[in-house]
């Protein structure tokens, strides 16, 4: 089972690295690598389990979080009190967003940022992404609010992009009257 010190903290320079594309099939360590992801991001939304393993909460892991610099994340959403959507994207691309942008008022968070950040992360509304499942079959998801943010979130530590690197140093509220916060 993961544990929260499998994660990689932002001082490691592997979560700098852009990833590479991933060949299909998958191999038998990276369908493990996704499956104890789902696993970790799911438990780590369930209070009692989050406790109960010691699980930081997270919504979303990407694989060089993990020292696996390969292009995929995990996203699991709860969207409804113990109900979650899993989303398995491999090889994502951006393919469109919103003009609308928005940011999360209590700031963004992330497995590999263990400490407090001051800031706005700018983020589009709404995303649509293209990407491959775990068979190999290209599928398209879209996503709004904080699905997008969690989407644009994963999908930057494919680039080697942290969210704190989108907080504006000199003024981390800059724009803040530009965009709607949720």
Do not use: W
């Amino acid at each position: 089972m993961l544990k929260t010190k499998d994660i990689l903290d932002e001082k490691n320079k592997i979560l700098r690295t852009v990833s590479k594309e991933v060949e299909f099939p998958l191999t038998e360590k990276d369908k493990k690598t996704i499956n104890d992801m789902i696993e970790y991001l799911t438990n780590s939304q369930i209070e009692e389990l989050a406790e109960k393993y010691d699980l930081r909460p997270g919504m979303g892991m990407a694989a060089v979080q993990l020292g696996i610099p390969k292009r995929y994340f995990v996203v699991v959403h709860e969207y409804e009190e113990g109900k979650f959507d899993t989303y398995v994207l491999i090889n994502p691309k951006i393919i469109s967003n919103s003009e609308e942008r928005i940011y999360v008022t209590d700031g963004e968070g992330c497995l590999s940022v263990n400490r407090e950040t001051i800031g706005i992360t700018p983020r589009y509304a709404r995303v649509t992404l293209e990407a491959y499942d775990m068979d190999g079959n290209k599928i398209r998801v879209r996503g709004r609010e904080e699905l997008a943010i969690a989407f644009q979130h994963e999908y930057d530590h494919l680039n080697g992009i942290l969210f704190t690197d989108k907080i504006d140093k000199k003024n981390p509220f800059k724009d803040e009257d530009k965009m709607r916060g949720i």
